[in-house]
T-cell receptor, first 113, second 112 residues
Framework: GDSVTQMEGPVTLSEEAFLTINCTYT??????LFWYVQYPGEGLQLLLK?????DKGSNKGFEATYRKETTSFHLEKGSVQVSDSAVYFC????????????FGQGTILTVHP | DADVTQTPRNRITKTGKRIMLECSQT?????MYWYRQDPGLGLQLIYY???????NKGEISDGYSVSRQAQAKFSLSLESAIPNQTALYFC???????????FGSGTRLTVV
């Protein structure tokens, strides 16, 4: 079945540091890929998405490129802020999932001033 | 008002008690979901419903039941709560393709 694996966490960075959170997936067919963010005390919000190979999703300074050859969708940001502290989830919508998202385990990001 | 509203926001209950978590949405979508979040495990799908007459088990449905009272309402019940059901529960709704998920703010449930 479909699955998503995220890098081990948590991740702790200083403000203005470069961020990478790794995400790899297993799915049949051609899935769509997503990054969701969960701020403290809130539900999940869509951060960005990519629906086909080589697409780049971007939002709020975050980017991720859909790499079919490596089955990856790594999240990057060039300069993190304290306000980026949150839990980040990689997710996929696969060909066999009938519209149900499959989530990775989540990565806790803490950014210090 | 929020697009997806969950009640209660927090609940402490005793082992063996029956408890219902409620969810309502104003997005007008047919699809609704219940997820459970545990630290380090991401979100696991408990039940989902693609329309009012359609109810399906997810990955971890044992010990849970659901009711789809209307297009906008989807309730999750724990018939006899146990401590390992202590978790954060999220309700969500989506469009028919699954690209537009909207989540509620969650219910933090503690079973003692």
């Amino acid at each position: 079945g479909d699955s998503v694996t995220q890098m081990e966490g948590p991740v702790t960075l200083s403000e203005e540091a470069f961020l990478t959170i790794n995400c790899t997936y297993t799915a049949t067919g051609y899935p769509s890929l997503f990054w969701y963010v969960q701020y403290p005390g809130e539900g999940l919000q869509l951060l960005l998405k990519a629906t086909k190979a080589d697409d780049k999703g971007s939002n709020k300074g975050f980017e991720a490129t859909y790499r079919k050859e490596t089955t990856s969708f790594h999240l990057e940001k060039g300069s993190v802020q304290v306000s980026d502290s949150a839990v980040y989830f990689c997710a996929l919508l696969g060909g066999t999932s009938y519209g149900k998202l499959t989530f990775g385990q989540g990565t806790i990001l803490t950014v210090h001033p | 008002d929020a697009d997806v509203t969950q009640t209660p926001r927090n609940r402490i209950t005793k082992t063996g008690k029956r408890i219902m978590l409620e969810c309502s949405q104003t997005k007008g979508h047919d699809r609704m979901y219940w997820y459970r979040q545990d630290p380090g495990l991401g979100l696991q799908l408990i039940y989902y419903s693609f329309d009012v007459k359609d109810i399906n088990k997810g990955e971890i449905s044992d010990g849970y039941s659901v009711s789809r009272q209307a297009q906008a309402k989807f309730s999750l019940s724990l018939e006899s709560a146990i401590p390992n059901q202590t978790a954060l529960y999220f309700c969500a709704t989506s469009d028919s393709g699954g690209y537009g998920y909207t989540f509620g703010s969650g219910t933090r449930l503690t079973v003692v």
